[in-house]
């Protein structure tokens, strides 16, 4: 296992509702995410600068090319980017973190 940490921002005023989404998330695109290896997966967010910060575990070997054009993966971007930056194809705006520390 892999870990990939990233960040997104959020739009001022969005922070408990895009907290209610995430607190319903939607059981296929959890099964999605899953299948498509990838497992322990956090989001936290910095209230000062509405900054969102992801890390997750991936599986490597299990390709994740497909993700992005999957059906439930472009719904939930649909459905999340009016509280978000995004691309013009709904996906969340994302910056690479690089790790530079791990305690296992």
């Known amino acids: 296992m892999k ?24 059981p296929e695109l959890a099964t999605l995410l ?4 990838i497992s322990d997966y956090s989001i936290f967010l910095d209230e000062e600068t509405l900054t969102l910060f992801g890390v ?16 439930v993966m472009r719904r939930w971007w649909a459905y999340m980017a009016d509280l978000m930056e995004t691309n013009p194809d709904q996906s969340p705006v994302e910056a690479e973190l690089k ?6």
């Not at 960040?7 to 998330?25: C, I, V």
């Not at 997750?56 to 059906?71: C, M, W």
């Open 3 to 26: 870990h990939r940490a990233f960040k997104m921002k959020l739009k001022p005023g969005y922070a408990a509702e895009y907290q209610r989404r995430h607190d319903a998330l939607w």
């Open 56 to 71: 997750l575990k991936f599986d490597e070997s299990i390709s994740r090319t497909a993700l992005p054009q999957h059906p």
């Open 99 to 104: 790790q530079v520390f791990y305690l296992a």
């Open 34 to 37: 899953r299948e498509h290896g």
